[in-house]
């Protein structure tokens, strides 16, 4: 019996001493495991200042570094470091931008991709080629100028490269979406350059009364748009005739408990009260419309070609006072929509009431 007893603590001092060789072995083999990053193109087209989004795969959750190599695969910089991704696809966004704010230049580049796991083990380098080409327009050096009611309001610009000119004006309650865009030049040339505009919509009416932003927009011959600052201006009315102001930065609201309100401002009120009995007089007896979709155009004429004279949003109502067929057969309807715009609207894109 004792040498049983002594059998069977032998057998188990020695289940112990080769449990910690087991632990070991199994974290060795979790350390061994390879992490990868795949790509869903082998090169990419990107224009500076114009996110680029490249697909990837990754083995495991980790932590991704991106480099930006030259083509002869030299490292020239860092583009990030430990960022964490999880497992499976993913998108990795870039615009060929420096840390300090400036663009590469044109031609043939390469970014290389590296994941690192969460015992740091990393993986092979993905290289991809990347192009770029031109960057994206700017409109820069922005002014503005009154100083002559007779004259049209003008905007005085830098264009960094030739194209189309566009004016989008933002009622300051929304400045994620134009009330309406001024189409100003179709044949810009790069350098300076001075914007004209008249105040006046392609419909005819005048700028209502209130607080305005306004942003100039380049558009290159690839249909590319510049995103550059907006200019504040604030419409008023004298005597007969409406001039704005430059106020230079976004109009704020202080209400009674002391909050600044941005956006809401008197004069928008003001306006919407002016033409309230324009509004009003215009509907008499015409029937109203529900907008179906969001982002629906109200065009100065009834055909795709014309101006855009704001964004309609969905669930906006509209007065219609006539309809009309373009010549493809197209059915619009001419409407008086909110702040006071008149313009037409095709026919699929609103439900009588």
């Not at 960022?83 to 966004?93: H, L, N, T, Y």
């Not at 004259?151 to 309650?173: C, E, M, N």
């Not at 001075?194 to 607080?211: K, M, Q």
């Amino acid at each position: 019996m004792p040498r049983i007893r002594r059998l069977l603590i032998f057998a188990l001092l020695a289940l112990l001493a080769l449990l910690p060789a087991v632990g070991v072995s199994a974290e060795e083999a979790i350390r061994q495991v390879d992490p990868k990053v795949e790509t869903d193109a082998k090169s990419y087209t990107l224009r500076p200042g114009l996110e680029t989004d490249m697909t990837l795969t990754l083995s495991m959750p980790g932590f991704l570094t991106v480099r930006a190599l030259s083509a002869d695969e030299v490292e020239l910089e860092t583009v990030c470091t430990d960022v964490e991704f999880p497992s499976g696809k993913s998108v990795f966004s870039w615009n060929g931008e420096h840390p300090d704010g400036s663009f590469y230049d044109q031609g043939e580049y390469k970014l290389g991709f590296t994941l690192r796991d969460e015992y740091g083990n990393v993986s092979a380098e993905k290289l991809v080629k990347i192009e770029v080409g031109e960057p994206r327009p700017v409109v820069s050096n922005v002014s503005f100028s009154n100083e002559n009611a007779k004259k049209p309001w003008t905007f005085d610009v830098t264009l960094s490269v030739a194209g189309s000119v566009r004016l989008d004006i933002f009622r300051t309650s929304n400045l994620q979406s134009p009330a309406c865009q001024i189409d100003v030049s179709k044949k810009a040339e790069a350098g300076d350059a001075t914007i004209a505009w008249d105040g006046e919509l392609e419909s005819g009416d005048t700028l209502a009364p209130g607080d305005y932003a306004v942003r100039v927009v380049l558009i290159d011959k690839d249909d590319v748009e510049s995103l550059d600052e907006l200019v504040y201006i604030t419409v008023v009315e004298e005597g007969k005739s409406v001039m704005p102001y430059l106020t230079g930065s976004e109009p704020t609201v202080e209400t009674e408990d002391g909050d600044l309100d941005a956006a809401e401002s008197d004069s928008d009120d003001a306006a919407d009260r002016d033409t309230a009995d324009d509004e009003e007089e215009k509907k008499g007896d015409s029937n109203t419309a529900i907008v179906l979709k969001p982002d629906v155009n109200l065009r100065a004429k009834p055909t795709t070609d014309s101006v855009r004279i704001l964004f309609l949003d969905k669930n906006d109502v509209v007065t219609v006072l006539d309809t009309t067929t373009a010549e493809n057969g197209e059915l619009w309807y001419h409407v008086y929509a909110r702040s006071g715009y008149e313009g037409y609207v095709r026919g699929d894109l609103l439900e009588l009431q």
